[in-house]
């Protein structure tokens, strides 16, 4: 009797440390004692995931707010246009923990920023000639010409947007949590005076806002690498290797990376397509209905920072126990992290419904959106748990390297169920806006059950931990390889 009530307290008090572990991998300034199951590397004392994607959100959120001043046409052009899209959760935090040589991550980042660039030329090409796109699909013409004209000025912000999300990846897998927070915390009040100048100081008014996100993306990706240049942490890591720049681009290492990356753009990317097609769908219902979808969506991403944050924390946690060949800890942190994003995510419901009224005021002063936002804001408020699920899962899903599985589900439930439900009711029942949002929150509560479904009974985590160490142990060789060709060459330069 006496050891069941001592299992059942020892297993409440590993529940607790748990959550306190993910809590402080997402919310600033918490410090709590490790427990065995705790302790690793990736876990420093005070981590800052959630205000650190809160921050960084902030960038096209106050340009959003600085631009809807000018009016619901604007507000709709720049939320329309800021609706924009990364592969080392899976391998970096696998790597720093289980990796033989801690220098192969400096390889995968170099190779994370050469790929994502590549992958966004066809990308920018598309943002530079998007007015025929939009007209062809129904948009009114000034949303079509302001959002082309906005996304070609955007493009030069986006290699400093990719270099620093990858830099950020790359100092977050070796447990340098706050570096990209403290640089975001500088930027951040820049970004908002850039803003403010730009568009209401100076003739280029709406069109300011694109030049001042991608001044504030390049500065915060060189003030985090003079960050990096100078972490006493990340030198006693010793995970810079040098511009390696034949081992970062070998054949075989950038096919593995793709083979991760693809999976988990297409996971984060079936979603951010379908609100897109979501909010194609708004513009053809009128100006008003696109200025309340803007309203709604720029929320919802300011939201969505929190199971995005718990995510990120479960996906370098998972990773990490992964790495450290601990199946049992990356099991129970999978777990925590679901339950974690339940409660946060029931808190958030709960201040939404309570503030649907004056939610749109944050955003515009017109009186026919803000009640629109005030009609749609339950059905963003229904889906927060459904969204806090997906989020952790689908970090839990990063973490074992199976993103395939999250662009699964994300498919089926947006694009064979949503979609048509929402465009139905919208349309063809004359619904509006909400009728598109309850198409949303179908595909979220299947996604996110779906995917916790996965976490909880499709995981065979000591396969998994198998699976980390063939890849690591397959990366180290190739390392090997390179170091034994270099040696090679000096003896016969000799």
């Known amino acids: 009797m006496e050891d069941a009530h001592f299992s059942q307290r020892s297993a409440r008090r590993s529940i607790i440390h748990e959550l306190l572990s993910l809590l402080k991998d997402s919310i600033p300034g918490l410090s709590f004692a490790p427990t065995p199951l705790t302790t690793n590397p990736l876990t420093p004392a005070s981590s800052v995931v959630v205000f650190s994607y809160t921050l960084q959100n902030s960038i096209c959120t106050a340009a959003v707010l600085v631009a809807g001043r000018l009016g619901p046409a604007e507000l709709s052009v720049a939320a329309f246009s800021l609706m924009l899209a990364t592969a080392l959760d899976t391998l970096g935090s696998q790597a720093f923990t289980g990796g033989v040589h801690p220098a192969d991550l400096s390889v995968l980042f170099l190779r994370c920023v050469a790929m994502l660039w590549l992958l966004f030329v066809p990308i920018a090409v598309m943002w530079a000639n998007m007015e025929p796109i939009l007209l062809a699909l129904g948009q009114e013409p000034y949303i079509a010409q302001g959002t082309q004209t906005f996304l070609r000025l955007l493009i030069v912000g986006v290699p400093g ?37 730009l568009v209401h100081y100076t003739p280029l008014g709406l069109y300011g806002t694109p030049l001042a996100v991608s001044a504030t993306f390049w500065l915060a990706f060189a003030l985090l690498a003079v960050y990096a240049a100078f972490s006493p942490t990340h030198a006693r890591n010793k995970t810079w290797g040098g511009l390696r720049l034949r081992a970062a681009f070998s054949a075989r290492g950038c096919l593995l990376f793709l083979r991760l990356a693809l999976p988990g753009i297409l996971m984060v990317g079936t979603e951010w397509a379908a609100f897109e097609i979501v909010a194609l769908a708004a513009g053809r219902l009128g100006s008003t209905a696109l200025a309340a979808q803007s309203v709604i969506m720029t929320s919802d991403q300011i939201l969505n920072t929190i199971p995005f944050g718990i995510g990120v924390a479960a996906s370098t946690r998972v990773g990490s126990l992964i790495g450290a060949r601990s199946a049992h800890g990356a099991r129970f942190a999978g777990h925590m992290s679901a339950l974690m994003s339940v409660l946060v995510g029931a808190v958030v419901m709960l201040a939404l419904l309570a503030t649907k009224d004056v939610f749109g005021y944050v955003f515009s002063d017109d009186e026919d959106v803000v009640r629109l936002v005030a009609r749609v804001m339950p059905l963003l408020a229904s889906f927060q748990i459904a969204d806090g699920l997906a989020g952790s899962c689908g970090g839990v899903l990063r973490g074992q390297g199976r993103q395939h599985l999250g662009a699964l589900f994300n498919v089926v439930a947006y694009y064979v169920l949503a979609l048509p439900i929402g465009i ?30 996965v976490v909880w009974l499709g995981t065979d985590w000591e396969g998994e931990v198998r699976k980390g160490i063939e890849r690591n142990r397959a990366e180290a060789m190739r390392q090997m390889a390179f170091v034994e060709d270099a040696e090679t060459l000096c003896e016969g330069a000799e």
């Not at 620093?164 to 975001?184: H, N, P, R, W």
């Not at 139905?424 to 479904?453: D, H, M, R």
């Open 161 to 197: 947007y990719i270099g620093f999300e990858s830099l950020k990846k790359y100092l977050q897998c070796q447990g340098i949590m706050d570096a990209s927070t403290l640089v975001l915390i500088v930027v951040s009040p820049i970004n908002v005076v850039f803003n403010i100048v």
């Open 424 to 453: 139905s009711l919208a349309f063809k029942y004359a619904l509006g806006l909400p009728g598109l949002w309850i198409g949303q929150v179908v595909a979220l509560f299947i996604v996110g059950f779906a995917e916790y479904g």
